[in-house]
């Protein structure tokens, strides 16, 4: 029998005289309702007994008319000073047969309602109606709480809701999921006790009738399951649980029905009591996992699915390791989520599964950069290497009488800072310098040699941003920039030559899962300031260029691409003698190199007119390039390269070949918002 036990400073039943003299601080008022759906009296009596003293008193029910099977009445307990021990009360009918008390609130702290009920198993049910509407109250609780949790500030707000309040309400929504889930995997084995004590009652007979039932509702609701009709087959599972409670596999049929219903806190709580082994271990372990994702519970979640992902299993560890990586993820524990999408590839038989996971690495990829280059407040750059060139002057080299092979050292900085960057965009400023110092093939200085030195000093801001069109990931990079140029003649010192002003458009955009193309427009304004720079000879003018870049991956890992290029540059100098039309074509094929670096080779291959020259010519250049790039750490970068030339012209003076070999090394570093 279940009692119902209050702490009280002392207690005194009313209908007996328990302390006459004794002086009495407060009084506690019980309401008592019982259940009986046999009775018929329109008058109940019941016995209450206080378990310590053995003080019994005897009530009077009255029928209630709205509801005939319920009976209502009341008393009071008065509370004596000084004694703060628990008292206990017991529920009787006259024969002496026990009532089952169920404790309810009655209104308030003086009031207090006990719900009497003649079974057990009455008691059972009613415990598990009860918890299903506290279920019901706590899920619409924690709905308003999530609301709250997503609000963001109206428009015109000053900002959105505190990072405080947002963990509070957080807080506050787990502990209603866990009392929730406690009330109801508690509801859940009362109510399945009840069952089998009711069936260890039953003759054989009876209990084998009912076992047959329940295995014609299991093998209906197996074919409404295999049909996908989880609604029916739900509600057929929970007849065949009730029928059989003691078969531990229509527990567990009817918890994961209740997940496919979506009723996941009563899907874990029958889960919990169905006892199975095997490989329906490890499926029942994943239905668990599931609900608790699907109740936000992702700690918990993302731990079970792990544990899942290490049985190994074939069918179901490959996908709980893609929700595991999915919740680590959110969670911004990219690491975890790359090992756990890198599992889901070498293990998965399914290729929408594969996909799926290869493009959740490219996602994880983009968002660890995007975490790590948000603290980047600015970066630097500096680079220097060594570069032999067979004909610097670019000239047949029958035409001058000066050596052309040189020595030339690079040399160069630039420093980036961001002033704006989200997920899909950012916005910099840049500064940067190059430079040139070179010697002739003697390591000697030679002012002929030395005027192609130019020192470039650049001001460039950045604009990048990522589109998406459809299922398709764009990129768009404008660059608006002014660059000045110093040139010095022969043994003279550097002067300003060229300013030129600025913009380059690139759009990048896939064609295929393996074939992008870049399109890229060049705007650009020239002032040339160099003495000769005058008349048909004028540098001066505007510029105007079209690049087409296709690229098509060769492998899975992006290692090997092959790239074709179609370019077009008018050239509009007010100058005639400068004027021009350029195209150019080119391919170039990257691959992985020696000691994880990264090679290529291009051919190039440009036609350029100058129709209204004073000399009308065309020249066509082939140019043929091997390089090696290499980044020994985080920070150092080398690069080496060969390149020939050949240069034609309809103007012998301009055919010219060449060889030039570079080396070049770059550090670069960054400053981090603190």
């Known amino acids: 029998m279940k009692r119902t036990a209050f702490i009280l400073m002392a207690l005194c039943l009313g209908a007996i005289s328990y302390a006459k003299e004794t002086k009495i601080s407060q009084s506690q008022a019980i309401l008592v309702e019982l259940r009986d759906p046999a009775g018929e009296q329109e008058e109940r009596l019941i016995r209450v007994k206080e378990v310590e003293s053995n003080k019994v008193t005897q009530l009077t029910l009255q029928k209630e008319a709205s509801s005939p099977q319920v009976w209502n009445g009341s008393f009071i307990i008065q509370f004596f000073v000084g004694d703060n021990s628990a008292k206990t009360l017991d529920f009787y009918d006259p024969t002496n047969s026990p009532y089952y008390a169920y404790i309810s609130d009655g209104g308030g702290k003086s009031v207090q309602k006990i719900i009497l009920f003649k079974t057990p198993e009455e008691l059972s049910l009613f415990e598990v109606t009860m918890a299903e509407e506290k279920q019901k109250a706590a899920e619409k609780q924690e709905k308003q709480i999530a609301k709250q949790i997503q609000v963001v500030a109206p428009k015109g707000a000053k900002a959105p809701i505190s990072a405080e309040k947002l963990n509070q309400l957080v807080r506050q929504q787990g502990r209603l999921q866990e009392t929730t889930q406690m009330n109801i995997e508690e509801a859940q084995a009362k109510k399945r006790m009840a069952l089998l004590e009711q069936q260890q009652k039953m003759s054989e007979e009876a209990k084998q009738k009912k076992k047959k039932e329940a295995a014609e509702s299991a093998k209906k609701a197996d074919a409404f399951y295999a049909s996908q009709k989880y609604s029916q087959a739900e509600k057929l599972y929970a007849t065949a649980s009730e029928l059989d409670p003691e078969a531990e596999a229509y527990f567990y049929r009817y918890g994961v029905s209740l997940y496919k219903v979506g009723n996941y806190n009563k899907s874990l709580a029958v889960l919990s009591m169905a006892d199975v082994s095997g490989d329906n271990s490890v499926e029942k372990d994943y239905y668990v996992a599931l609900n608790h994702m699907k109740l936000k519970d992702y700690d918990k979640a993302r731990k079970e699915f792990v544990e899942i992902r290490e049985e190994n299993s074939p069918e179901l560890s490959p996908m709980a390791s893609f929700y595991a990586g999915n919740i680590e993820y959110q969670q911004q524990k990219f690491p975890e989520a790359r090992k756990s999408m890198e599992y889901v590839i070498d293990n998965s038989k399914e290729p929408s599964l594969d996909k799926s996971a290869e493009d959740m690495l ?15 407040k600015y970066r630097f750059k500096i680079y220097s290497g060594l570069i032999y060139d067979t004909n610097i002057l670019n000239v047949a080299e029958n035409n001058v009488s000066t050596d052309v092979k040189a020595w030339r ?32 093939s003697t390591l000697n200085n030679d002012g002929t040699v030395q005027a192609a030195d130019a020192l470039e000093m650049d001001l460039n801001l950045p604009y990048h941003q990522e589109i998406k069109l459809n299922k398709n990931q764009m990129s768009l990079e404008v660059i608006p920039s002014y660059k000045n140029i110093y040139m010095a003649t022969a043994g003279g010192s550097r002067a300003l030559a060229i300013k030129t002003t600025a913009l380059s458009t690139t759009l990048s955009a896939p064609i295929k899962s393996d074939l992008f193309l870049a399109t890229k427009l060049d705007l650009s304004s020239d002032q040339s300031l160099v003495a000769t720079s005058v008349g048909d000879d004028d540098l001066s003018g505007p510029k105007y260029g079209l690049t087409f870049t296709p690229s098509k991956l060769l492998d899975l890992k992006g290692e090997k691409i092959l790239s074709g290029e179609l370019s077009y540059l008018k050239t509009q100098s007010n100058g005639i003698n400068n004027r021009s039309a350029k195209t150019g074509l080119a391919i170039s094929y990257g691959f992985p190199g020696v000691s994880k670096g990264t090679s290529s080779l291009r051919l190039d291959y440009t036609s350029q007119a100058y129709a209204e020259a004073t000399t009308p010519r065309t020249d066509t250049n082939m140019i043929l390039t091997g390089s090696y790039t290499k980044d020994f750490n985080k920070r150092w970068n080398m690069l080496l390269s060969l390149q020939y030339t050949s240069a034609l012209s309809g103007v012998e003076s301009y055919n010219y070949n060449k060889f030039l070999v570079t080396s070049l090394f770059t550090y670069t570093t960054s400053i981090l918002q603190k």
Do not use: C, P, W
Request: glycine share 6%; net charge negative.
């Open 362 to 376: 490219e996602q994880i990829d983009r968002m660890e950069s995007f975490y790590e280059s948000k603290k980047e």
């Open 409 to 440: 050292l690079s040399y160069g900085a630039s420093v980036l800072g961001m002033i704006h960057r989200t997920m899909t965009s950012d916005f910099g400023a840049e500064l940067a310098v190059a430079d040139y110092y070179s010697m002739n």
